[in-house]
């Protein structure tokens, strides 16, 4: 799936068949859901949950709970808006599918 018809999806009334928690988590989020977002990752231990995880406090304007998350993820919170943020790790999930 390519990040153009991910974006489609969000007219639909539910997350493309098939998608990852982490892609729910972020289709959610930008259908305006954040709490059903957050529910979907903050008890997932890895890596990707983080970074996501991380976006959510951020767009939340949490930064101290946010820069917690970017560390656990392993990465800094980025100096782009929180869309570039959202097609970053939304283009990067897609691809590693």
Do not use: C
């Not at 990465?75 to 590693?96: C, D, F, M, N």
């Amino acid at each position: 799936m390519s990040l153009h018809i991910f974006k489609q999806s969000l007219a639909a009334a539910t997350p493309p068949s098939g998608a990852t928690v982490y892609l729910q988590a972020l289709w959610h989020e930008a259908k305006g859901n954040w709490e059903q977002a957050h529910i979907l990752v903050q008890d997932l231990p890895d890596k990707t949950a983080a970074w996501i995880h991380a976006y959510l406090h951020r767009q939340e304007g949490d930064t101290w709970n946010a820069d917690y998350w970017y560390s656990k993820a392993g990465k800094k919170r980025p100096a782009t808006s929180l869309e570039a943020e959202w097609e970053s790790i939304v283009s990067t999930l897609l691809v590693e599918e």
